[in-house]
Structures are given as C-alpha cells and as structure tokens.
T-cell receptor, first 119, second 112 residues
Framework: GAVVSQHPSRVICKSGTSVKIECRSL??????MFWYRQFPKQSLMLMAT?????????EQGVEKDKFLINHASLTLSTLTVTSAHPEDSSFYIC???????????????FGSGTRLTVV | RKEVEQDPGPFNVPEGATVAFNCTYS??????FFWYRQDCRKEPKLLMS???SGNEDGRFTAQLNRASQYISLLIRDSKLSDSATYLC?????????????FGRGTSLIVHP
C-alpha cells in the first residue's frame, strides 16, 4: 500500500532555532500533501495544504513566514518551523491523498509524525 | 459550530459490548467521509470509508445520513485491542478542494 515516510520522528531543539520536517511518498506521487499539528488530547488541526510546484495554501491563523512549506517534487514535501519557541512544541504530521487530487474513497495516508519539543 | 463534531468521550465498555459513535458535520456540500483510528502518540490510520449506502467491515459498520448530516460507526463484540481514539474525517467539497477536516476524536476504552 501507499507509504508516507516522515522524518525525524522526534526532535528537541533550542528556542530560536529552525527545524525541518520531511515527508516523502515512497511508492506513489503526491501532488498534494497536508500538514497538521496536534496538541495533547486535541484533534489534528490542518495547518496548510502543500501543492507540488506551487505555493502552499495556509489555514487561517497559521503564519506562513513561520511555517515554511516546500513541495518541490512529487514525492517530497518539507515543513520548516522557523525560530521555534516552546509554544510550537507539538506533534506535526503530514498526509497525502493517494489518488492525487480529487475524490478518493480510499482516504489519506499519514506519515508517522514528528514530535517537536522546543526548550 | 465546528465543522466536524463528535460524541464526547471517553466510552468505557466491557469486552463483547456493542458501542456506537456519532459525528456531525456542518458543510452540506461535503463529499466523502471516513473513520480513522489513532492510537496514543501514533499517526491516524484509516479504519474505513463511509459510503452513502452504508458499509460493513467485519465487526465495524459505518452509516451516512446526508439529510441530518451525520455519520456513525458501530463496533460489535468489542475487543481490548479496539481501545483507541476514533476520528471522524469529512472532506470539504465540492469544487475539487477535497481537504480533510478531522473531528476531535472519541476515546474508546474496552476493559476485561
């Protein structure tokens, strides 16, 4: 089945530094990837939709200059948390529609998530 | 009103019990619906899609009621391994922008 590989799985960084998270689709082409953030006991909150070859679409309230998204190829999307602060500590997870854009009754495949801790 | 709302949890049931979760959505143009399962500190995994006619997969049955804008998940003969958080996912639509929106999740605890 479709696999999305996400790295790193866990990262601890100092406040003020930047962290890059990668998501790769291993056996399919992902024209669209979704980036989510999940705080403890909360639902996944969509941060942005990443489209290959074009600018990402950010959800209301998400700072695009802080959360940089790059989707330069059909198999790789990256999220960079710039100048991270303790309040950015969260579980970040990507997902891809395995049929590309459009209706997909097979749902979405998720990366394994990245647990970011900013100290 | 939130886009996707789920039953408050947790549901604490004995093994063998039947349990049902509901999920309501606000966007009447939503096109596709799913139930995901998320274990603690793990990524969500697709449990099943929800079709208009309703669908069943073993002990799991999903229903969609477009008129009332809700979907349901029924779990029969609960197992200890069913303990997890169940997320309702609704795709915004139409127009090609099938962006999934997640409910908060309902926690299920199955005890011996």
């Amino acid at each position: 089945g479709a696999v999305v590989s996400q790295h790193p799985s866990r990262v601890i960084c100092k406040s003020g530094t930047s962290v890059k998270i990668e998501c790769r689709s291993l056996d399919f082409q992902a024209t669209t990837m979704f980036w989510y953030r999940q705080f403890p006991k909360q639902s996944l909150m969509l941060m942005a939709t990443s489209n290959e070859g074009s600018k990402a679409t950010y959800e209301q309230g998400v700072e695009k200059d802080k959360f940089l998204i790059n989707h330069a190829s059909l198999t790789l999307s990256t999220l960079t948390v710039t100048s991270a602060h303790p309040e950015d500590s969260s579980f970040y997870i990507c997902s891809a529609n395995t049929a590309g854009e459009g209706l997909n009754n097979y749902g979405y495949t998720f990366g394994s998530g990245t647990r970011l801790t900013v100290v | 009103r939130k886009e996707v709302e789920q039953d408050p949890g947790p549901f604490n049931v004995p093994e063998g019990a039947t349990v049902a979760f509901n999920c309501t959505y606000s966007n009447s143009a939503s096109q596709s619906f799913f139930w995901y399962r998320q274990d603690c500190r793990k990524e969500p995994k697709l449990l099943m899609s929800v079709y208009s006619s309703g669908n069943e997969d073993g002990r799991f049955t999903a229903q969609l009621n477009r008129a009332s804008q809700y979907i349901s998940l029924l779990i029969r003969d609960s197992k200890l391994s069913d303990s997890a958080t169940y997320l309702c996912v609704v795709n915004r639509g139409p127009g090609g922008s099938y962006i999934p929106t997640f409910g908060r999740g309902t926690s299920l605890i199955v005890h011996p």
